[in-house]
Nanobody, 115 residues
Framework: QVQLVESGGGLAQPGGSLRLSCAAS????????MGWYRQAPGKQRELVAT???????TYADSVMGRFTISRDNAKKTVALQMSSLKPEDTAVYYC?????????WGQGTQVTVSS
């Protein structure tokens, strides 16, 4: 079992910035992928960004150049720095951890971009 605790999020104005953090604990293998997904009302959950334990990053086209994912393997954390936020970035953001042991999700944190 892996437990994921998210923090950050909240309300931001268009063009503003927010930072999300996720801390993992439990049965964590050294070879894993951590990432962020989001789900807007009435839409399916979608990938935002992922990063492997080796540092390979993947971004959705919609956030490329605006969002940056990073991780600290020693602290077992992953962060998402979001800049140039748009109203369409409004969603519940979920942290995800995947390894040989399975896939685990955080509880989600709300991000709202509005003036």
């Amino acid at each position: 079992q892996v437990q994921l605790v998210e923090s950050g999020g909240g309300l931001a104005q268009p063009g503003g910035s927010l930072r999300l953090s996720c801390a993992a604990s439990g049965r964590i293998f050294s070879d894993n992928v951590m990432g962020w997904y989001r789900q807007a009302p009435g839409k399916q959950r979608e990938l935002v960004a992922t990063v492997t334990s080796g540092g390979t990053r993947t971004y959705a086209d919609s956030v490329m150049g605006r969002f940056t994912i990073s991780r600290d393997n020693a602290k077992k954390t992953v962060a998402l720095q979001m800049s140039s936020l748009k109203p369409e970035d409004t969603a519940v953001y979920y942290c995800r951890h995947s390894s040989y042991d399975g896939t685990y999700w955080g509880q989600g944190t709300q991000v709202t971009v509005s003036s």
